[in-house]
């Protein structure tokens, strides 16, 4: 099913062919929303585009190509704008039967546009034996919302989990289990009790420098397959892998393959040889790395990536290079997208000019990165007051808690299993949305507050419009509504159904910008259109007739249904009571 944009640009494409443009020597570009609706509900700038490339008069290109438009039932209006811009507003009755479609397909007949295309995305990548703090809160959350847009779209994605589970710092937490573990302490909390002891050595070492030669043995039992070793390593990784799912279940976040750093060691050493052999990297006082020109990017000419260090040792580049290759390998994807903080732009530059020496040129490297998250009053949010650290867990409890008070404030009538089930969904949301509504560059602020009001931009009201919207067919007696004879008599009804009808663009837009945040932008003011509905249409008083009510009452399912996929997408879940 084409979107409204879709159908528009078709109809422009035909226009102009018709005006005797069909050889232009420009593409066409997509319509797109009006900003004003004074102006229509769509514009097109190829004629204004067309008319410069041919150096004339771009408004005489419009409305020619205004004058060949062909007959169609999706275009009530249209007019030349400005110096040479086409304006278009919809017939009604097409936008009411556009809706009607839209809400029968599961995917709102968003066009699929990556029906034959294949992405692996790499986020979140926690470090074993470590609890998850705030700063792999945005890596999950930008990344999740990235990866289930793009299978909405029909692409086929890998989601891999690239966990820190490898190098000397299994050593030193070796070192330190056999001198001061609590066993009590780690049935109890076993993360916890890693981050000790792990702690503890760190202190001890200054003091005693034999601890580091002691780590650094162990690492290297580890790394020649030593029994013991392994086995404490592995139990490592299972007790953090617990907590990491129970991390990801409360966000909605899944995976189709966990392959840590540990996944690619055995073939590190291999990888350095053929870098050199092939020159791509050199040797630099004993250490292997590939020097860049400035052609193969901005910065690059001065920054060579390290790949071995002058002991032997592989470094993080190297595991990259790896990951790459074993990537291409295995699935051959068209797309790799990497999630991470703005500290490392540089690094996957790198990584990026050193994969196409590899040969590896054909897929379209990514990388998505994001700002820092800083409290209210400006600093950056890695640790409380008291000098712990801001874990994952800790703030997902603390949304929770502060979202349970607001609940049993305002709904103190309902079971006390659904309460705890909304605190959740509104606590964990609106951590959620609050990140993800803001450009990803930026640096996002918690500021709790704001982020659990029931006004404005937050995960909340648009929890609370979709609660709305399932609260009038509670009202109604309705159980299994049936939609059906959609009449946009009000220009209220009608705006609501323009915002439901452009949702499916919207998320391709999304998508294919690597920002949810215009999604979140497009959910807001969906759940603004609808309050303004709520207010300003009846649908249950006595004095709307049976034919307006069924109409109002399908353009609330129809909202419903476009605010529950996109809330879905970026990982809040819908609510049907608040």
Same mark, same amino acid.
């Given at each position: 099913?084409?979107? $409204?944009?879709?159908?528009l640009?078709? $109809?422009?494409?035909?226009?102009?062919?018709?005006?005797?443009?069909?050889?232009?020597?420009?593409?066409?570009?997509?319509?797109?929303?009006?900003?004003?609706?004074?102006?229509?509900?769509?514009?097109?700038?190829?004629? !204004?585009?067309?008319?410069?490339?041919?150096?004339? @008069?771009?408004?005489?290109?419009?409305?020619?190509?205004?004058?060949?438009?062909? #007959?169609?039932?999706?275009?009530?209006?249209?007019?030349?704008?400005?110096?040479?811009?086409?304006?278009f507003?919809? #017939?009604?009755?097409?936008?009411?039967?556009?809706?009607?479609?839209?809400?029968?397909?599961?995917?709102?007949?968003?066009?699929?546009?990556?029906?034959?295309?294949?992405?692996?995305?790499?986020?979140?990548?926690?470090?074993?034996a470590?609890?998850?703090?705030?700063?792999?809160?945005? =890596?999950?959350?930008?990344?999740?919302?990235?990866?289930?847009?793009?299978? !909405?779209?029909?692409?086929s994605?890998?989601?891999?989990?690239?966990?820190?589970?490898?190098?000397?710092?299994?050593?030193? &937490?070796?070192?330190?289990?056999?001198?001061?573990?609590?066993?009590?302490?780690?049935?109890?909390?076993?993360?916890? *009790? $890693?981050q000790?002891?792990?702690?503890?050595?760190? *202190?001890?070492?200054?003091?005693?420098?034999?601890?580091?030669?002691?780590?650094?043995?162990?690492?290297?039992?580890?790394?020649?397959?030593?029994?013991?070793?392994?086995?404490?390593?592995?139990? !490592?990784?299972?007790?953090?892998?617990?907590?990491?799912?129970?991390?990801?279940?409360?966000?909605?976040?899944?995976?189709?393959?966990?392959?840590? *750093?540990?996944?690619?060691?055995?073939?590190l050493?291999?990888?350095?040889?053929?870098?050199?052999?092939?020159?791509?990297a050199?040797?630099?006082?004993?250490?292997?790395?590939?020097?860049?020109?400035?052609?193969?990017?901005?910065?690059?000419?001065? =920054?060579?990536?390290?790949?071995r260090?002058?002991?032997g040792?592989?470094?993080?580049?190297?595991?990259?290079?790896?990951?790459?290759?074993?990537?291409?390998?295995?699935?051959?994807?068209?797309?790799?997208?990497?999630?991470?903080?703005?500290?490392?732009?540089?690094?996957?530059?790198?990584?990026?000019?050193?994969?196409?020496?590899?040969?590896?040129?054909?897929?379209?490297?990514?990388?998505?990165?994001?700002?820092?998250?800083? @409290?209210?009053?400006?600093?950056?949010?890695?640790?409380?007051?008291?000098?712990?650290?801001?874990?994952?867990?800790?703030?997902?409890?603390?949304?929770?808690?502060?979202?349970?008070?607001?609940?049993?404030?305002?709904?103190?009538?309902?079971?006390?299993?659904?309460? #705890?089930?909304?605190?959740?969904?509104?606590?964990?949301?609106?951590?959620?949305?609050?990140?993800?509504?803001?450009n990803?560059? =930026?640096?996002?602020?918690?500021?709790? *507050?704001?982020?659990?009001?029931?006004?404005?931009?937050?995960?909340?009201?648009?929890?609370?419009?979709?609660?709305?919207?399932?609260? &009038?067919?509670?009202?109604?007696?309705?159980?299994? !509504?049936?939609?059906?004879?959609?009449?946009?008599?009000?220009?209220?009804?009608?705006?609501?159904?323009?915002?439901?009808?452009?949702?499916?663009?919207?998320?391709?837009?999304?998508?294919a910008?690597?920002?949810?945040?215009?999604?979140?932008?497009h959910?807001?003011?969906?759940?603004?259109?609808?309050?303004?509905?709520?207010?300003?249409?009846?649908?249950?008083?006595?004095?709307?007739?049976?034919?307006?009510?069924?109409?109002? &009452?399908?353009?609330?399912?129809?909202?419903?249904?476009? $605010?529950?996929?996109?809330?879905?997408?970026?990982?809040?879940?819908?609510?049907e009571?608040?």
């Amino acid at each position: 099913m084409s979107t $409204l944009a879709q159908q528009l640009t078709d $109809l422009v494409q035909r226009a102009a062919n018709s005006a005797g443009h069909a050889d232009a020597p420009i593409p066409i570009e997509p319509c797109v929303a009006t900003n004003d609706p004074r102006h229509g509900d769509y514009q097109s700038n190829y004629a !204004f585009r067309l008319g410069k490339a041919l150096r004339t @008069n771009p408004r005489a290109v419009a409305q020619a190509m205004v004058d060949a438009l062909p #007959a169609n039932d999706l275009v009530a209006g249209v007019e030349v704008a400005g110096p040479g811009f086409i304006n278009f507003r919809l #017939a009604d009755e097409a936008l009411a039967a556009d809706v009607l479609e839209r809400i029968a397909s599961p995917t709102l007949g968003a066009p699929q546009t990556g029906s034959g295309r294949s992405m692996v995305i790499d986020y979140s990548s926690p470090n074993i034996a470590k609890r998850m703090h705030v700063g792999h809160l945005r =890596s999950t959350i930008i990344g999740a919302a990235i990866d289930r847009m793009h299978r !909405f779209l029909g692409w086929s994605v890998v989601a891999d989990n690239h966990i820190g589970d490898w190098g000397t710092q299994f050593g030193m &937490l070796i070192v330190a289990w056999h001198r001061w573990r609590d066993e009590d302490a780690f049935a109890e909390d076993a993360i916890a *009790e $890693l981050q000790r002891i792990y702690r503890l050595f760190r *202190e001890k070492a200054k003091e005693d420098e034999s601890l580091e030669d002691l780590a650094r043995a162990e690492t290297a039992k580890l790394q020649a397959g030593d029994a013991e070793n392994l086995a404490l390593w592995e139990r !490592f990784i299972a007790v953090s892998m617990t907590e990491f799912e129970a991390v990801y279940t409360r966000l909605g976040v899944s995976f189709d393959v966990v392959h840590g *750093e540990s996944h690619y060691r055995d073939g590190l050493q291999e990888l350095i040889t053929k870098l050199l052999d092939d020159g791509i990297a050199s040797i630099n006082d004993g250490a292997a790395i590939i020097e860049f020109t400035s052609d193969e990017g901005k910065g690059l000419g001065n =920054s060579p990536l390290l790949v071995r260090k002058s002991d032997g040792a592989a470094l993080y580049g190297t595991t990259d290079l790896a990951t790459i290759k074993a990537r291409m390998e295995t699935w051959n994807p068209e797309t790799i997208v990497y999630v991470t903080d703005q500290r490392q732009q540089l690094h996957f530059q790198q990584v990026f000019a050193a994969g196409r020496r590899m040969g590896f040129t054909t897929p379209e490297y990514v990388h998505v990165w994001f700002g820092m998250v800083r @409290n209210a009053d400006g600093s950056i949010m890695a640790s409380r007051k008291d000098g712990s650290s801001v874990t994952l867990v800790g703030l997902l409890d603390e949304a929770r808690d502060k979202a349970r008070s607001v609940v049993d404030k305002k709904s103190p009538e309902l079971p006390e299993a659904e309460r #705890a089930i909304i605190a959740e969904a509104v606590g964990v949301g609106s951590i959620a949305y609050n990140d993800l509504s803001q450009n990803p560059q =930026s640096d996002v602020t918690f500021d709790w *507050e704001r982020m659990l009001s029931l006004e404005g931009n937050t995960a909340p009201y648009l929890l609370y419009a979709h609660a709305r919207c399932h609260s &009038l067919f509670r009202k109604a007696g309705v159980t299994d !509504f049936e939609p059906g004879g959609l009449v946009l008599g009000h220009p209220t009804e009608r705006t609501l159904a323009l915002i439901v009808a452009r949702t499916p663009e919207v998320i391709a837009q999304s998508a294919a910008t690597w920002r949810a945040n215009m999604l979140c932008d497009h959910l807001y003011s969906l759940a603004s259109a609808f309050a303004s509905f709520y207010t300003e249409c009846p649908v249950l008083k006595d004095d709307v007739d049976e034919a307006t009510r069924q109409s109002r &009452l399908t353009l609330t399912h129809a909202t419903a249904v476009a $605010l529950a996929t996109g809330l879905r997408l970026i990982g809040l879940e819908p609510l049907e009571r608040m």
